[in-house]
Structure formats: C-alpha cells, structure tokens
C-alpha cells in the first residue's frame, strides 16, 4: 500500500444570488458531477456583479482540492 | 460612439450587524444615492467590531467599480 | 494614567457547518471564556473541508485583537 | 510658500480592443477631462473579456496620482 | 433554469517574440481548440527568455476563465 | 436611526522634509479642509526622493477612512 | 513551423513522510502517469500534518509547467 | 548542550500619540513585564486613529520573536 | 455534544545545522512539550544564519496549528 | 565540471516613450553593455510618468538573471 | 540624446539606535560614498533588535533607485 | 567607532540537482568567492527544472545580507 497520496487542485468560480456560502457550495455541486474524492477548498476571491444597484451575484473564487485515485 | 469605456473604483467600508453579505449590501445602498452605472465589486478585507465577547459589527472593505459616463 | 495601551493579537480556527459567520462566531465564543477586553477580528482565511461532494465544516481563520489590561 | 505637497490617487480602468499601452491612455485621457495635475501611473492588474475565442478588449486597472492644487 | 453558472480557470503560459499582448492572444487561441466558452482572462505573471542580449519570447502567464456548459 | 455606518477610504500621499510621522501628517492636514468625520488612516507605502545623496522629501502613502455623513 | 509555444500549469499536492524534496517528487511522478512534456515546477505552499507529536507527512503545494504539444 | 533554539513570536499591536517608534517601543515595554529573551521585532502594519482632523494614535502592529528558554 | 471545534495557531521559528526538515521537526518537539492536540503545521518564511561562508543555522518560520480541549 | 551553476538576479527599470515591451528592451540593452549571460527576466511592476495628460515614459522595473561565469 | 534613462535598484539595510528615518539615511550616506544619481528609495521591512527589553536598533530595508550614467 | 552598520543584500539562484539545502549551500559558496562578512539569507522562491518526469535541478531563489566593510 502506498504510504503517500497526491492531490490536484482545480480553480473554479461559484456564483449565487443569495449568499457567499451558496456560492461555494454552488462550485462544489458543479465538481461533485465528475469529480470524486474532493477533500477541501479554500476561498482565493470574493466579488460580484451590481445590477441596478443592488448585488446580483456573488462570485466566489475558490481551489478545490481531491485525491488522484491510486496514487 | 466610442470603442471603449473607462471605469471608477472607489474603496468603501460597509457594515452590519447581521453578515458579511449584508454589510456589503449596505455599502452599495449608499453609493447608489449618489453614482450610477455601477457594475462590479470586490471584497477587499472582511474584519470587525466585537462587543462583550460577541461580533458587533462586521465591517467589510470592498472595492466598487463604475462606469463613467459617456467616457 | 497610561495615555497609549497595547494590544495583542491571537490567530484562531473558528469551524461551523452552517455559515462563514458562524465559524467567525464561534472562534470568538472559545476565546471569551479566557480573554477578556476582546475589541476587534480580522478575517485571514476562509476554507474548509468537502464531505460527499457537499460543505462539511467552513474553517476560518480569522486574527482576534484584545487590549492587555492594565496596559 | 509650502515645502511640502499632498497627492491624491484614483484607481481607474481603461480599456481597449488594441493594446495594454492603450488601454492606459485611455484611463489617463478619461481623467484629464477633469483633473489637473497629473504625475504619475501605476499599473494594478491587467486582464480582459475574451469574446469568439479572441482578446475583445484588454482591461487594465491603474492607480493615477495627482498633486492638490494649493496643497 | 439555473438562475446560476459556475466557471473554471485555467493558469496557461502564451509566448510571443513580439509583444505581451501577442503572448496573451497565443495562448487564448491554443486554449480555443479544446475550450468553448472563454469569458476573460487575468495576467499573473510576465517574463521572458533572453537571447544574446535581446528578448527572445516574452512569456505571459494568464489565468483564463470560461463558463462549465450547462452549469 | 440607521444601525450601521458605511465609510469610505481615499487614497492620498502626504510628504515632509522631516519624518515619516510629518508627512502622515501632512496629508490628514490636507484632508481635513474638505472631509469631516475622518476616523482612522492606515499606512500603504513608505518612500522618499533623495537629492545630492540625503533625504529629500519622505513620501507617505496612506489610506485615510471617514464616515459618510448621515449614512 | 510555429514560432512559439503554449504551456499549461497544474496545481498538485505531492505529500512525503521523509522531506520537502520526497513530496516534490511524488507530485510529480504522479503527474508523469498522463503527462508528457513536463518542464519545471514552482513550489506554492509548504504545509504538514502532525501526528503524536511529530511530522506525519509534509505536503507540498507546487503547479507543474507542461508545454501543449503541436502548440 | 542542545546545538539550536526554539523561538516564539507574539504580534502586538503598540501605540503612541508621538510617533511610530514610540508605539514600537511601548508595545515591547509591556511585553518585557512578561517575557525574557526577546531578540527582534518585525513591523507588519502601521496605521492610526485619527481625532479632530489629526493624528490621536499610531497604531503599529508588530511581531517579536524570543528564545524559548531551555530549548 | 459540540459539532464544531475551534483551533488556535502558534507562530514558532525552528532551527537546525543539518536541514530545513530538522528545523520544523525541532520547533515541533518544542511545541510538544506543552501542547497537545497539534494537528497542522505551515511553513511561512524559510532563512538561516552564514557563518565563515557556509550555512551556519537553517530557521523556518512555522504556524502549527491545535485544537483546543473540549472546544 | 560543475554540475550546477549559480545565477545572480539584478533590479532594473527600462523606460520608454513608446511601449511596455521598449522600455523592457532598453532595460536589457543597458545591462548587455556589461553583462554577458543574461538569460531571462521578469517583469515586477508597471508604472510611469504622466506629462500634459499624457503618458510621458513608461518605466518597467524588471529583475534580469545571468549565470556567473565559471560557476 | 537619448530619450530614455536606465536606473538600477539596489536592496540595502540601514540601521539606526535612533530612529526609522536615520536608519533610511544610514544606508543612503554609505551608498553616497560609491554611487551617484540616487533618486528615490523605498522602505521594504522595518525590523529591529532587542536588547534588555528594549529596541537595540532598527533596521530599515530600502530599495535605492540610481540612474546610470551616460544610459 | 559608528555605532551602526549597513548591509547590502544581493539577490542569487542556487541550483542543485540533490536537494533545497544543496542548491542554497551552492549559492552562498559562489558568493564566498568575493563576498566578505555574509550573515544571513532569505529563501525568495523554490522551483525546479524538469527532465525526463523527473526533479531535474532544484532552483533556489535566496537574497544574501551581507555587512558592509567599514560601515
């Protein structure tokens, strides 16, 4: 057995017009579709775009980080 | 008509005492009395107040961008 | 009386399975059973670990500032 | 007469289907409408929208610094 | 429908003998044999090879962003 | 009455032929003419000219944070 | 044929029990497995977990350089 | 005789109503009523509240680092 | 019983004669000797002392990160 | 023979009328009046000084690297 | 006439028991002993030492930018 | 006797085909050549040649502080 794992990270921009953290999970959901064995993400970018005043969307920018199978 | 356009960034310092969402809102809120055609922003710095060992206020620092008329 | 007062400055993991507030809260709630005089928070790092394709925890980082009694 | 002055600086963003150069000068041409004053630039970030698979305008955020008049 | 979209960035290297902007569009056009969907794009990084004396490539690193099909 | 405040921060280079402390000085003096309620600066960048190889203007970037009235 | 040429960059997490180097090397033994054409790596972050007291692996964030072949 | 040392850093936030060096110094007086073997100290931040259009405090954050003792 | 934990970071600077590894693993066993529960460490700044021209002291600069007890 | 070599890195601004990628080159072509071996170079940061509401020289700092010679 | 200047920039650590700015211009008096045409510097870190509890010296890291001549 | 000292810090790539340590020892050996009085150095960046999918060379950045004589 291998003593030692190796992980990719992916860049990936959730948006969501209702909060930060739907945003999140908005990009993980998207992922979750091909990618398995997802372990964590980290947050690099918070923004958005302003319609008519107000937020329209939330864009969060995160890594997202999973285990290479079989490494 | 002109090929391209110029846009503004101005730093401002939203708060509340509910979220980080809400603080951002309310820093759009008040640029919108006053400048129009806004488009983008950016969070910048999220801190705040604590008050008897509970958040007060959060105070988010975010970067609004705005299109300048007819430029 | 000492006309300046020093403060000094802890970096804590606030984790909540809800929301990036929470997580804020919930560092802070740890650190009012020892400190006292806590006045501000400044947010580091915002991440967290992915359970089943889904959000399990947000972990924040966040730095907590608290005046040194008798400073 | 004063030994000292003060500047202020504004944070633009300039656009252009040509060049970074460009893009520059149009956010320095924009400010000269109605600023005065004018020394210096910094470039902050460079980027761009992409449209049919080709650079449609580059975008670049610049800080420009002013010298206040009677200051 | 989604009232939301999720983008993924790509962190690519164009090279050019001419330009920077010749560098940006030559790995924007590579990406576009593979990659629909190319929304903008963000430099990160800017340097080059240099060549008995003179630039030989400037090499431009840029992250590109484009929207995950039926996000 | 409004439960939370929104601030905005300017970005101004103060500059003293004397100290550092001066030419942060400096600047808020150059401010206050035209801004009230402002409540805290932060120092962005530290630099100066030399002339015939001594200090000849310490040059200060700072941001300075105040109050929007009535917000 | 073409003057210049296009790279991608990966984001991996190479882990070791016994050194920084070890972990390097995994990440990138890793990416052999699909890779070809790899041409440098830049280490990004250099963390670890602690298990009873002492090292348990060290994980070494580094992005890998590939050139696109027939770019 | 164990051939290396162990050092702890602290960050502190020290103030002044006279100047940067002064809210250095005050911050390291109030660290030494507790701590021996400080070596050095790093300025992180330099920044301050501003009281009727002029400096009330300086506020500068700084890290110091002492020899764990034994170690 | 609690759904979330809260963790605190230490910032430590570890030193070795022989590599950058030793460095952290001593800074860690210093750290053992009072607290328990560490979980992760992240490397922030690696430098060293020269002595007669060769490497005398490797120092990494560490946050080790724990959990605190019944959080 | 050396089975390494040593590189020395060097801190230079170009300026130029014309454009980002000139003021590199004459940057380059200074150095080259003194220094054999350049072999790359990498852009920090992008400025200049603005004349009349118009650029006056772009000024590019940029760091060259060079192999020592024998090394 | 040539239309363009070239300056170099170098990375100096000025240190004073006194004060920042004697520190800033310790370092420019000794590069004053071998180079003219300095024009500017910039602060990088301000640190010090320790001793008995109290600031031994500052040290101040600045990057001076000189002209070169007949460039 | 002065009561102060400046150094100068210079700027070197260290490569080494073993590991991090070699390729920094590496570095300061060259330096030795010349360079009296070094006294610390800094890690800037760690990156590395890739050949055959294998760690081809280790790629040092380090800054080297040096006193300088008779400051």
Redesign the interface.
């Given at each position: 057995m291998s003593?030692?794992?190796?992980?990719?990270?992916?860049?990936?921009?959730?948006?969501?017009?209702f909060?930060?953290?739907d945003?999140?999970?908005?990009?993980?959901?998207?992922c979750?579709k091909t990618i398995k064995n997802?372990?964590?993400?980290?947050?690099v970018?918070?923004?958005?775009?302003?319609v008519d005043?107000?937020?329209g969307?939330?864009q969060v920018?995160i890594?997202?980080?999973f285990k290479?199978e079989n490494?």
């Open positions: 003593e030692h794992h190796t992980y990719k990270k992916l860049e990936m921009v959730g948006t969501s017009k909060s930060i953290e945003a999140i999970s908005n990009a993980i959901d998207e979750h997802m372990e964590w993400f980290e947050v970018e918070t923004r958005g775009h302003i005043g107000k937020v969307h939330f920018v890594k997202i980080g290479i490494s």
